[in-house]
């Protein structure tokens, strides 16, 4: 069993289902309303543990009743919550997700997860570095971020950052990333560009992963995955499934990866059997209702 620490966020998500957005001043009803668990952290560590990992998590919740329960349901899917710090005099993470006809629009208000601290990180500097694989985003302040790699990387413990939400700061952070999972707007966004070509894919992720000496491995949504194995571009791609809801697909996407490389896993079975388990998630509304078992996965690669 490998031993996956996520250090990230933890979020209670409000979903309220809307015919169209309200204009200044209005007031429109929500037909349905639902309270989900999220933040990317939180997402990353629960679908790792499904899959068999033992999994702690560091981050931050508010001294309130939703973090009460964000804690109590990492508990309930046996992570380790001995690193998650309570903020007094600061709310839990939350957001407010507008689902539309069409589409979402999300509000975030990032409340304890923005105040951790280095100091915090420091806390947990043994627990960082007994593990297997390091797994952040950039939900939690950049500093707090590259702390956490910092600890990883004296003690040699692979580590994975997924540049999700992007920031200028992110670049800071990848001399000490062994992998890095972005998708085509934050790959783009982190060579400053606005976008890439197809015909210049392969080259910029050539370049990408020989300056910075790392792994890369880029998510295309519905095209699946692109890494570079022995100089060339390889492409695994998604599979095909009728999707309710997307919204947990990335998270669940680097969950599973974080745990197979826990286990020495090939990187190619890693990416196949993430791909997997984002496959599976997609298919339930709610980024962690869908999160696949590792029987889940197994039953669905075999057949």
Do not use: H
Not at 133 to 162: F, G, M, R, S, W
């Amino acid at each position: 069993m490998g031993k996956v620490v996520v250090v990230g966020s933890l979020n209670m998500d409000i979903v309220m289902k809307i015919k169209e957005m309200p204009s200044t001043g209005e007031t429109v009803l929500a037909k349905e309303t639902n309270y989900l668990y999220g933040g990317k952290g939180a997402n990353q560590a629960v679908a790792a543990a499904r899959m068999g990992a033992e999994v702690k998590m560091v981050g931050a919740v508010g001294n309130d009743a939703f973090g009460t329960k964000l804690v109590a349901q990492l508990e309930k899917e046996a992570i380790d919550t001995s690193g998650i710090i309570e903020k007094q005099d600061v709310p839990s993470g939350m957001a407010a997700v507008f689902k539309l006809p069409a589409d979402n629009a999300i509000v975030v208000a990032d409340g304890a997860n923005g105040k951790i601290t280095v100091e915090d990180i420091k806390k947990y500097k043994e627990l960082i570095q007994e593990a297997d694989c390091l797994l952040v985003q950039l939900e939690t302040p950049i500093a707090a971020v590259k702390k956490a790699l910092q600890l990883a990387k004296e003690a040699d413990v692979y580590t994975i950052l997924n540049p999700a939400p992007f920031s200028e700061e992110a670049e800071e952070l990848l001399a000490y990333a062994d992998l890095i999972t972005p998708n085509e707007t934050e790959f783009a966004q982190l060579l400053g560009c606005s976008e890439i070509e197809d015909s210049e894919l392969e080259q910029k992720m050539i370049k990408w992963t020989e300056q910075y000496d790392s792994q890369l491995v880029l998510t295309l949504g519905k095209e699946g995955v692109a890494y570079i194995e022995k100089g060339k571009l390889v492409k695994i791609p998604s599979r095909q499934v009728k999707a309710e809801d997307t919204t947990g697909a990335g998270d669940t996407f680097n969950g599973i990866l974080a745990q197979m490389l826990s286990e020495k896993a090939a990187l190619r079975e890693a990416i196949q059997i993430a791909n997997i388990g984002a496959s599976i998630a997609v298919q339930k509304v709610g980024a962690q209702t869908g999160m696949p078992t590792a029987q889940e996965v197994l039953e669905v690669k075999n057949k």
